[in-house]
Each structure stands twice: as C-alpha cells, then as structure tokens.
T-cell receptor
Framework: KQEVTQIPAALSVPEGENLVLNCSFT??????LQWFRQDPGKGLTSLLL?????REQTSGRLNASLDKSSGRSTLYIAASQPGDSATYLC????????FGDGTTLTVKP | NAGVTQTPKFQVLKTGQSMTLQCAQD?????MSWYRQDPGMGLRLIHY???????DQGEVPNGYNVSRSTTEDFPLRLLSAAPSQTSVYFC???????????????FGPGTRLTVT
C-alpha cells in the first residue's frame, strides 16, 4: 500500500525567504506526482505535475523535483510572499492517487 | 468551461438519512474520483471511475455508493449517514496528458457535510 509523508507538518518563515517542502512515498511505481495548494475552506489548486520520467518542473517561483528511486519529491518556493500562505499537498498517482497530509505554510510580512 | 462542479456546497444530515452529492465535469475527462478530507489531514480516496459504466473502490468505500452512467456525471450516495461521515467531500476529474496514463487532476470546490 502506497504511503505518502509530508514533513514538516507546519512551517513559518519571514517574507522573502527561500524554502523547501518535502514529500516522500513508499512505492516508486508511480505515473506522476502532483503538488497542490489549498487555501483555508477552499478546494485544491494544481501547482505542478511531474511525470514519472521527469526530474523536475518549474512554474514561476516554484520548482518541483522528483527522485523516484529514493521515493522523494521537493517543492522549492523562491522569495516567499505572504500570499504563499496556504497548505501544500502532494499526491502520487498510479491510476489511483494517494495524498500526503500536507504542509501548512505561513509567510510573515 | 465550468470545470468540475459540485452541489450542494453545504449539507447537514441527521444520522440514518441518505443523500446524494452531485459532481459534474465538462472537460470530457475519462477519470473521476471522490475523496474525503478530514480536519488536518490529506485526502482519502472513496471511489473512482475510469469511464462511463466502470467504477471501483478506493481506500475508504464503506457507507458510500457510486455510479457512472455518463462521462459528465459521477454522483456519490450516502446510504445511511453516520457522524463519522462528517467531512469535506471533493470530486476530481482527470485526463490523460500522454499515452501511457499520466493524469493531472482537477478538483471541484467541495461539499461540507455535517452529520448530527
């Protein structure tokens, strides 16, 4: 059974700091890994999708990497802003998706 | 495109009542899924469908039924509501970006269900 772990559960940083969120998974037989953002009381917004054959994807200040062999992914956020405050979820998919419990990020002005 | 829509947004049920949560998508996606999210946790898969007429169980299927008669709609039925089913329910749809099955999921806004 696939298990996905996100560490840390919560993170607080000052504005402007670069930061890394971690996601680890136990079964490397995946099709893709997707990072989502969830604002309080809202649905999920897709940030980045990394196919199993890829090593990383970039979108603006976000960069996600994937190392299937070690079962790890990282989401790098550059020059963090208060508007980045949200919960970040990773999900691995092999047809069905398995989610981590998320990292709640607070960026202080 | 409206994307993935869910109704209702909020619902309060009494224990033992039944109801159907509606989910529709207009992106012609093959795959649709239902998840529940409990406070402080990620999403857990309830049921999913790989196409019209085909459904399968996820991680937490007990107490829920689904059917997929059309590509667009994927309703979730609670047979006899229990307080343990108090949660936020999300519907998602997926398409294959490449041959070989790489699925980017799009989510609806969710239904907040309280069972008293």
């Amino acid at each position: 059974k696939q298990e996905v772990t996100q560490i840390p559960a919560a993170l607080s940083v000052p504005e402007g700091e670069n930061l890394v969120l971690n996601c680890s998974f136990t079964d490397s037989a995946i099709y893709n890994l997707q990072w989502f953002r969830q604002d309080p009381g809202k649905g999920l917004t897709s940030l980045l999708l990394i196919q199993s054959s890829q090593r990383e994807q970039t979108s603006g200040r976000l960069n996600a990497s994937l190392d299937k062999s070690s079962g790890r992914s990282t989401l790098y956020i550059a020059a963090s802003q208060p508007g980045d405050s949200a919960t970040y979820l990773c999900a691995v998919s092999a047809g069905k998706s398995t989610f981590g419990d998320g990292t709640t990020l607070t960026v202080k002005p | 495109n409206a994307g993935v829509t869910q109704t209702p947004k909020f619902q309060v049920l009494k224990t033992g009542q039944s109801m159907t949560l509606q989910c529709a998508q207009d992106m012609n996606h093959e795959y649709m899924s239902w998840y529940r999210q409990d406070p402080g946790m990620g999403l857990r898969l309830i049921h999913y469908s790989v196409g019209a007429g085909i459904t399968d169980q996820g991680e937490v299927p007990n107490g829920y039924n689904v059917s997929r008669s059309t590509t667009e709609d994927f309703p979730l039925r609670l047979l006899s509501a229990a307080p343990s089913q108090t949660s936020v329910y999300f519907c998602a749809s997926s398409y294959s970006r490449l041959a070989g099955g790489v699925y980017e999921q799009y989510f609806g806004p969710g239904t907040r269900l309280t069972v008293t």
